[in-house]
């Protein structure tokens, strides 16, 4: 069993930056292939960014809402995910949930469906 805890949410002005942490314990995280979503309300689940494996190594994927502006990373050491962001936008106002999938076919990283396991979320909120 994976348990996801998802810290470092919280008010942030225009412009400014956070970086969300994911804390995965059961599984070490190079079994694990890793994505952050968000829903805000009224709003279906979104894909923000994605770590994942490949026969080459780990992949990362974004989301065209927040390419050049989040950046996904991971801590082996602490078995930790981060999504570090930046230049938010009021429109970044959401939960963030972190996911994990421990086997990840194809192209799907952007699939809320595919997850196995998801934390709790964590609350951003970007005011203008």
């Known amino acids: 069993q994976v348990q996801l805890v998802e810290s470092g949410g919280g008010l942030v002005q225009a412009g400014g930056s956070l970086r969300l942490s994911c804390a995965a314990s059961?599984?070490?995280?190079?079994?694990?292939?890793m994505g952050w979503f968000r829903q805000a309300p009224g709003k279906e689940r979104e894909f923000v960014a994605a770590?994942?494996?490949?026969?080459?190594?780990?992949?990362?994927y974004y989301g065209d809402s927040v390419k050049g502006r989040f950046t996904i990373s991971r801590d082996n050491a602490e078995n930790t995910v981060y999504l570090q962001m930046n230049t938010l936008k009021p429109e970044d106002t959401a939960v963030y949930y972190c996911?994990?999938?421990?086997?990840?076919?194809?192209?799907?990283?952007?699939?809320?469906?595919?997850?196995?396991?998801w934390g709790q979320g964590t609350q951003v909120t970007v005011s203008a």
């Open positions: 770590d994942s494996w490949s026969w080459t190594g780990l992949s990362t």
């Open positions: 059961g599984r070490t995280l190079r079994s694990l292939n």
């Open positions: 996911a994990a999938v421990q086997y990840l076919s194809g192209n799907s990283y952007d699939r809320a469906q595919v997850y196995t396991y």
